[in-house]
């Protein structure tokens, strides 16, 4: 009866291994989270330019460029690199607080997410931050010590790695993890995560190599990635850097959510877009 018994929870216990190794993308990816939600910028009365970026690779992005309005000078450019659900229509409030900053803002959906073509993977999410990049320097002409690249849960892990390979003004890591590795370490501590990971976001090891001013963001109370990730990213970051603590969960504690939160943001991006 005992072997019998063992027999068994070894068999879950394969099964859940085998599960996280083959089925990790749509753990990681998760396009379809109210795909068919639909807003956009003019619904908050931002004007917008719809685009269609094409990659490297032959994929299509679908994004946005919203512009400052004529009245106001363009302090610079923000490149928004959204997390792992949803997509650019769920990050109006964003758009709202970049354009008050007096802020334009790129903003795409990777490949397969909302409109864009292809299907989700890491090292397609990384050509299409390149392609946004090339799209703000060489098309739209704001050179780089004009633009500010922040990246939002997942979206931090591609902001980083676009770091790595430009030097923007600034970085911005929102409620970022570490690496998915130790996500995953954090999420399943009795199975061998770290052996199993196909995929990697490995943000921690990007940091040490980027000397642009950076602005980490975490909430203490995010019940999703853990408020540790966070400060670790911070320790292992360059200086010039700073840390902003927030409150509320993963999907609550959003930066625009109070007027001192963005104050602080405003105040990092006074220094390095003076």
Known sequence: MLWSVLQIILLIYLGLMALIYFKQSSLVFQPEV???FRASPTDIGLPFAPLKLSTVDGETLDGWLVPVAIKHRTRG?????????????????YLRMFHDLGLATL???YRGYGR???A???????LDAATVWRHATQELG????????????????VAAQLATENRPAALVLASTFTSVPDMGADLYPL??????????????AHLPQISCPLLVIHSHNDDVIPFAHGRRLFEAARPPKQFLEIEGGHNEGFVFGRDDWIQQLDGFLQQALP
Do not use: C, K, M, W
Request: glycine share 12%; proline share 5%; no cysteine.
């Open 77 to 93: 450019l923000v490149i928004f690199l959204h997390g792992n659900a949803g997509n650019i229509a769920h990050r109006l409030d």
């Open 191 to 204: 199975l061998p995560i770290r052996l199993l990971a196909r995929i990697r976001y490995d943000t921690l």
């Open 107 to 109: 903003i795409i959906d």
């Open 120 to 126: 989700p993977s890491e090292q397609g999410s990384y």
């Open 142 to 157: 704001f050179p780089a010590n004009r633009i500010v690249i922040f990246g939002e849960s997942l979206g931090g892990a």
């Open 34 to 36: 109210d795909r068919d």
């Open 116 to 118: 864009s073509s292809g």
